[in-house]
């Protein structure tokens, strides 16, 4: 195992390598147009992808039957894809543009005028990487609360474009207390930090129902925002058009530690609250879902 997996990894970076040069030499749609047969045979004769798609699947669409899981798995796929794919555009061309809207923008800088600073919690549907570049329009400083893998297989296009700046500041969890004291340095500073909130690795958790059954999401957003006294802003990305994309702010509270006592329930609310505008979400665009694992067995 140990041996093949230096391989994976350069197969793997040569189909990215691939398709960089697809996008040089035929634009942004030769990739749309290329991952077609390439998702489709993956979709044919993969059963994994099956399995791994189908926890989500079955629970947004309960009544469908098997030709149009089928079906539902090519366009899951494909749709990930897709934002592969402008990812990958926006790094090997410097002069390309996705048409964005930010829905609640002048709430958002409401809530920058008050100098408290503000957290985004966001998820992995949409074009979320691509949509965020746009968030260096923002009158102050944007930090994002990741995990930066330099060396990946599936780069980020500020990796890819050598030259390009990167659109927000990266504190990575891997450091120290998990990147916690930097991210609240910057909200003490009145500065945005943004933190994808819809995977749960390791500490603080809450249990809150998703999609008719218990999951488990992480609290450390909302542990951040009460420490700081911030707001958290749901901030949602979602892919439109072949160039264009749309972030729309879904929902937006103050986590108070008012009552010690009440402190657990207080960060199950906030992950509850979280956790429906996710279903909200996907009532609206049901493929956008990028979460390719058994979400609810964890």
Request: net charge positive.
């Amino acid at each position: 195992m140990a041996a093949g997996s230096p391989i994976k990894h350069k197969l793997e970076a040569l189909g990215h390598w691939f398709f960089y040069i697809t996008m040089r030499f035929f634009g942004h749609r030769g990739g749309y147009i290329l991952l077609i047969p390439v998702i489709f045979s993956y979709v044919l004769f993969s059963r994994k992808i099956h399995q791994t798609v189908r926890p989500y699947l079955k629970r947004r669409f309960p009544e469908a039957g098997h030709l149009k899981y089928w079906v539902y798995t090519f366009k899951n796929v494909y749709s990930f894809g897709k934002v592969l794919v402008d990812r990958g555009w926006l790094g090997v061309n410097r002069d390309a543009e996705f048409n964005g809207e930010l829905i609640g923008r002048d709430y958002l800088l409401e809530l920058i005028a008050k100098k408290k600073g503000v957290v985004l919690l966001t998820a992995h549907l949409g074009n979320w990487q691509s949509a965020l570049a746009n968030l260096r329009s923002l009158p102050v400083k944007v930090h994002a609360l990741m995990q930066y893998d330099q060396h990946a297989a599936a780069k980020h296009f500020f990796d890819i474009n050598k030259d390009g700046e990167k659109p927000f500041e990266i504190i990575n969890v891997n450091g120290p207390f998990g990147g916690l004291v930097d991210a609240a340095a910057a909200l003490q500073r009145g500065e945005v930090v943004t933190i994808m909130g819809d995977r749960y690795v390791a500490g603080s958790f809450s249990t809150v129902d998703f999609l008719g059954d218990s999951v488990r999401l992480p609290d450390s957003a909302y542990v951040l925002a009460a420490t700081a006294e911030a707001p958290v802003v749901v901030l949602l990305s979602a892919k439109t058009g072949a160039d264009s994309h749309q972030l729309n702010v879904w929902d937006s509270f103050y986590p108070r530690y008012e009552d010690r006592d009440r402190r657990a329930a207080m960060l199950q609310e906030c992950s509850q609250r979280f956790s429906k505008a996710i279903e909200n979400y996907l009532k609206k665009y049901p493929f956008q879902w990028y979460n390719f694992y058994d979400f609810w067995k964890q």
